[in-house]
């Protein structure tokens, strides 16, 4: 699993690879983390959350926007991300964990949003692909 940050105009862009979707969301998540902070430290507690959407890019959407509500709510930066997505008949679900490092320790750079803006989400033959622009 990895990720890096890209250039991209006026916002930020992570684009992500992982061996399985549950990977790749995890990476992306963390990318996300990396563009508010670049080396935060280890305290800070776990905590879980869970979305449900309709397609697999709108639960990568749902999932990094309630990242960003939660930094907002908790006054954390969610780091250490892992995730596990499922699909069933009609929608798609991520269950997913964050170390909450309190905000009051940190100098975070502010992400406004997730957006759709050029957003992919694609098997590759190595595993799974993301790429996502939040806006800053």
Do not use: C
């Not at 905000?103 to 992400?111: G, M, P, Y």
Request: hydrophobic share 40%; charged share 30%; aromatic share 8%.
């Amino acid at each position: 699993m990895s990720y890096e940050l890209r250039e991209h105009t006026a916002d930020v862009a992570v684009e992500a690879t992982g061996e399985t979707i549950d990977a790749v969301f995890g990476a992306v998540a963390d990318g996300l983390a990396a563009a508010m902070h670049d080396d935060p430290p280890g305290e800070g507690g776990r905590f879980e959350l869970t979305r449900t959407a309709e397609s697999r890019e709108a639960l990568l959407f749902d999932y990094l926007d309630e990242l960003i509500y939660q930094r907002d709510v908790r006054a954390v930066l969610p780091v250490d991300n892992e995730a596990t997505v499922r699909e069933t008949a009609d929608e798609w679900t991520v269950t997913a964990s964050a170390r909450g490092v309190p905000l009051s320790s940190i100098t975070a750079r502010e992400v406004k949003a997730v957006t759709y803006s050029e957003m992919r989400l694609e098997p590759t033959a190595d595993g799974w692909r993301a790429y996502v622009v939040f806006d800053v």
